[in-house]
């Protein structure tokens, strides 16, 4: 074997040990997360932090931050898909679910820079300030799905993003306490 083709075999097999590594870092954060959590689904947590871009290379503070990036990205697009639901479908909808996406677009709205401000928070390490945002936008997510609830055989077309929502909001959570606890 040529010193290249050695060293090139070594450098395969070391990115595969931070690449296993790190798996084994989302999986054990989400493993805790979820034993303590019962708002954070293993499979969720792991499949949504190893989609993230740039997970294979992230500590534990890293993956919170992806946590929080990952809600920031599905609160934006979940107005966005609030905003063509009302645009797309104005004649069609019943007035009472057309009255819930309103309420649910100024919601998700208002969290938009609520979850900036916790990337923030988050950054320069006020977890007790991220924590009281990251809340905010669960808070949001629950609202929302819970208004079309109010009214009898109403189906909300948001469940799935509102759960989404609220499980990475959770997750974000739960890394911040495992921060917190490892630290003192």
């Keep these: 074997m040529s010193s290249q083709s050695l060293s090139l075999t070594f450098l395969l097999f070391c990115l ?26 293993l499979q969720f947590c792991t ?18 931050m992806m946590s929080i ?20 479908n104005t004649n069609k909808l019943d007035p009472y679910v057309k009255s819930c996406l309103n ?34 936008v ?5 609202t929302c799905e819970d208004g079309f609830k109010e009214k009898k055989g109403v189906v909300s077309p948001l469940t799935k993003r509102n759960d989404a929502t609220f499980e990475l909001s959770a997750i974000a959570l739960s890394i911040m306490n495992i921060l917190q606890s490892s630290s003192t």
């Excluded at 040990?17 to 493993?31: F, H, M």
């Excluded at 499949?47 to 919170?64: E, F, N, P, R, W």
């Excluded at 669960?138 to 629950?142: C, P, R």
Aim: include cysteine.
């Design 69 to 88: 990036r990952l809600t920031r990205y599905n609160i934006t697009d979940t107005r966005c898909y609030i905003k063509q639901l009302l645009k797309n």
């Design 16 to 41: 595969f040990q931070v690449s296993i590594n790190t798996q084994d870092l989302i999986y054990n954060t989400c493993k805790t997360s979820s034993q303590q959590d019962p708002n954070v689904k």
């Design 47 to 64: 499949t949504s932090l190893q989609a993230a871009a740039a997970s294979h290379c992230a500590d534990l503070k890293g993956l919170g």
């Design 138 to 142: 669960m808070e949001a997510a629950t």
């Design 103 to 136: 309420d649910c677009f100024e919601l998700y709205s208002d969290a938009i820079p609520g979850i900036k401000q916790a990337m923030e928070s988050y950054n320069s390490k006020r977890f007790f300030d991220a924590n009281v945002q990251i809340s905010s």
